[in-house]
């Protein structure tokens, strides 16, 4: 599924346009980045995603072809965690399952 699909997707289930929808979309990601990029907080969808901006410390690490040793410095990254209900939903092969809670919004 690429974006123009998960936007036709969302358009029908949410009974709107898929411009509407598509600007939902867009906001949502334009939010995360935003939060991401500020590394000051975790931004979550409980039971379902979780987004936080997290630093790999600098380390040494080595040339696979010639095995010489290289310094890798310090980076920033995306640490994107999956929740209780996004597994359930991927083990059950579609919709979450009974067990799990039902959404709180």
Known sequence: MN???LIAAMAERAGTSNKDAGDCLDAFMDVVADVVAAGEEKLSITGWLSFEQVTRSARMGRNPQ???ALHVPATKACKVSVGSKLKAAAKSGGAPAAEAPASSW
């Open 66 to 68: 010639t095995g010489e």
């Open 3 to 5: 974006k123009s699909d």
